[in-house]
């Protein structure tokens, strides 16, 4: 019963966003994506994951083992087919610090297998990196700045965002997330929670939580959080499915957080204030 009232909750959320889109002010989306040649799009896709350093190597390898395998399945492909331009356009990027942010992979269109694989090769053969702090707030507002030059015209704008840990560098991230959703975006979280041999002293107990009360944002904004290494790629290929067709993919079995209407349950500026403690000044 828990979960058929997290379906009912999810597909009504996103049926909040077609009406929204219909009835949105075009200032929020003026933009070279408004132009006579702008390709029309299901939804613009912004794919931001966490590259710091409190992401082992092993985390990263998933993490983009399970975009790569996302983009590419049957369940995302039939997705794709569904929607009204069958089609969307995608850009991948990693993040950091405030001043942290790199585009791997620029934006594509992916409207079918040859085109979702070639996307996936290049994420793949990206080389690794990591980097230090975490500024959850610092990769919305970069990401919100792709839109403007994306030559996209999307019946959705969404972002992405997976990483493993709280805001602890730049501006809040409550602050970020609020501006990026006035300006017609949806933020929509996967926060990696998995068990490891070390604890992290920025690791908080209800990331899940955090990312639901702090981060996402929006019409039909979820979090979907991953607690196995096993559930991994299932998990990121389930967000896919649900960001582009609105439904979680048969047989699946996600932990799906519709977005929070209830006060915070966890601090919002919690990981600055562990910052503090610990290291001084953020």
């Not at 996103?14 to 070279?32: H, K, N």
């Not at 613009?44 to 790569?68: F, N, T």
């Not at 230090?132 to 919100?144: M, V």
Request: proline share 6%; with cysteine.
């Amino acid at each position: 019963m828990r979960w058929r009232s997290v379906q009912i909750a999810v597909l009504m959320t996103l049926l909040a966003v077609s009406v929204a889109a219909a009835f949105a002010p075009r200032g929020l989306y003026t933009s070279l994506a408004d132009s006579a040649g702008a390709i029309p799009v299901d939804v613009e896709l912004v794919l931001a994951v966490d590259i710091s350093y409190s992401m082992d190597p092993d985390e990263q390898a998933l993490q983009r083992e399970g975009y790569i395998l996302a983009l590419t399945s049957k369940e995302f492909l039939g997705a794709l087919r569904s929607g009204a331009n069958g089609r969307i356009a995608v850009t991948y990027v990693e993040w950091a610090g405030a001043n942290d942010q790199r585009v791997v992979v620029p934006w594509r269109v992916i409207d079918g297998p040859e085109s979702a694989d070639s996307v996936a090769a290049d994420i793949q053969r990206a080389p690794y990196r990591r980097a230090s702090r975490t500024s959850i707030s610092g990769a919305l507002q970069f990401a919100k700045s792709l839109f403007v030059s994306s030559g996209y015209r999307g019946l959705r704008r969404v972002i992405d965002v997976s990483g493993d840990g709280v805001n602890n560098s730049g501006v809040l991230v409550t602050r970020a997330r609020d501006d990026v959703v006035a300006s017609g975006i949806t933020v929509n979280g996967l926060p990696i929670m998995l068990n490891r041999s070390y604890r992290n002293p920025m690791d908080i107990d209800n990331l899940d939580a955090y990312y639901e009360d702090c981060v996402i944002g929006g019409p039909g904004a979820f979090v979907i959080p991953i607690r196995e290494r096993e559930k991994f790629i299932e998990a990121t290929r389930t967000k896919l499915v649900l960001e582009v067709a609105g439904k979680p993919p048969a047989g699946s079995d996600p932990h799906i957080i519709p977005a929070a209407a209830n006060a915070p349950r966890v601090s919002c500026t919690i990981g600055e204030k562990i910052w503090q403690d610990r290291w001084g000044s953020p």
